[in-house]
């Protein structure tokens, strides 16, 4: 019998030897787009403070601040994937960190909430080309047998750019002047350029398809849409208005003609055929239902620590370190778990715990303590690591290598319009039940006055402080009713996560049978081959 040759490595020797160096330049890339995300989160209640400090934004114009940069990131996520795999990812990913920087640049000067929204959006079109450009070059440099390792540092690196952004955010707003925590990603990106020129392989899809500009267009048009009417019922504290219900009505429409586009087109940008295989559906289902979870708890718990607990943005960031510890720690970790029980017990459960966290904040009052909120954290955060890096797996070994910047895009976008989503719907929810919870407590205020001050928390305490000695009579009011909002915004976060882990426990594979003997003979064989 003779020994079945080597399997041909498809991966260059040159490449092989320093793919764990070009993973670390990936995970810098990645740094920079979560870290924005992540500091931006600290800086809101800054933002949100009257000039000369902040911009003086609304609890709208906040979500519009984060959610211009998801949307305009999701939207061109499907053309960034065809792009890398068309003319090159190493181009693509270049080029996205020059516009991120240059972004980062002019956000940082933003004299009004409306300008920072416009460079949060061209930052998002450089960050668009940068983060499923990651993935696919991690695809490309490590064998089959190593991505699921590579990918759950991949993963922990999410973990650490969540970890370093608050405690940086808050270091700079102790310091300098709210734009610095746009201003810190220029230092970067110039690393990252310079090291990814010098580091990592360009590759790209042998048999790439044609671009498709009008699937891209109704996709953005239809997110835009959907969101705006979101963020609009919850200003209004009314989604039974008639602008509401016809906006999101609008959006669905736009949505929906993306998908029949799609469907027929030869040259599709979201290739709804992957859509037919169920476990492929139920990783991504899974990966945004547990960002919409996440990215509107995070909303909420900025402005609980901050508003009604009085933390500072640098201690509220050393608060939050627990939630991204907890996935540096277990993401690279949670293969050895799928390889013991499976993706359905893995990334269920994670789900079922981040359920279980999202519920005991319900029961969060001003003078919870401190570490019960930081055990929360922690556990929040093991959970959306048992989430991510399985899901992760699965959607990237499904397709062909080939199209890893294709599939790595369909991930990010649908990690990124559920996170927008999760701000949009959670903080229209805060934003509505704050306002009914404060809203008979405001009817001495003049009217006009009345409608700011019940916009949100900060809305009211910042009225409260013109008042003077007055408007101490607003602060407990005020506490309350955010806290009410907390618990049913809360709640509506469980039932979310829930949701995700009942698709996951339906169609997620269980643990693989062992393959006998023969099998593993087969295997080796068809490997050479």
Known sequence: MTTPPAAAARIPEEVHRRRWAILGVLMLSLLIVVLDNSILNVAIKTISTPAPVG???????????????????????????????????KKVLLGGLVVFGVGSALAAESGSPAQLIAFRALMALGAAFVMPATLAVLMNVFEREEQPKAIG?????????????????GLLLDH???GSVFLINVPIVVLAFVLMVWLVPDSRDPR?????????????????????????????ADFTDAKVLATIAAGLVVLAAF??????????????????????SAAMAAIALVFFALMGVTFFSVFYMQSVRGYSPLQTGALMLPLALAQLIFAPRARLLVDRFGNKVTTGGG????????????????????????IIFFLMGTGMAHVMTPTSVVIMQALPREKAGSASALSNTFRQVGGA????????????????????????????LRDTAGESIEATLGVAAKLGPQGKALVTPANDAFLHAM??????????????????????????AAPQKGEEEQELVAAAE
């Open 55 to 89: 911009l003086g934004a609304t609890q709208s114009e906040l979500e519009w601040a984060i959610n211009a940069y998801t949307l305009v990131f999701a939207g061109l996520l499907f053309t960034a994937g065809l792009i890398g795999d068309r003319v090159g990812r």
């Open 153 to 169: 540092i991949w993963a922990g690196g999410v973990g650490l750019a969540i970890a370093i952004g608050p405690i940086t955010g």
């Open 176 to 178: 300098f002047w709210w």
């Open 208 to 236: 790439p398809g044609r671009l498709d500009p009008v699937g891209v267009v109704l996709s953005v048009i239809g997110l835009v849409l959907l969101v705006y009417g979101i963020i609009k019922g919850g200003e209004l």
């Open 259 to 280: 998908i029949v586009y799609e469907k027929r087109s030869d040259h599709p940008s979201l290739d709804v055929t992957y859509f037919k295989n169920k476990v492929f």
């Open 351 to 374: 789900l079922v715990l981040l359920a279980g966290m999202l519920a005991a904040f319900a029961s969060f009052e001003k003078d919870t303590p401190i570490w019960v909120l930081e």
């Open 421 to 448: 989503l999760g701000i949009a719907v959670l903080g229209s929810v805060l934003s509505t039940a704050y306002r009914s919870g404060i809203e008979d407590k405001l009817s001495l205020l003049p009217a006009g």
């Open 487 to 512: 618990h049913v915004t809360a709640l509506c976060g469980t039932v979310v996560a829930l949701i995700g882990a009942a698709v996951v426990f339906l169609f997620l594979p269980g643990k693989p």
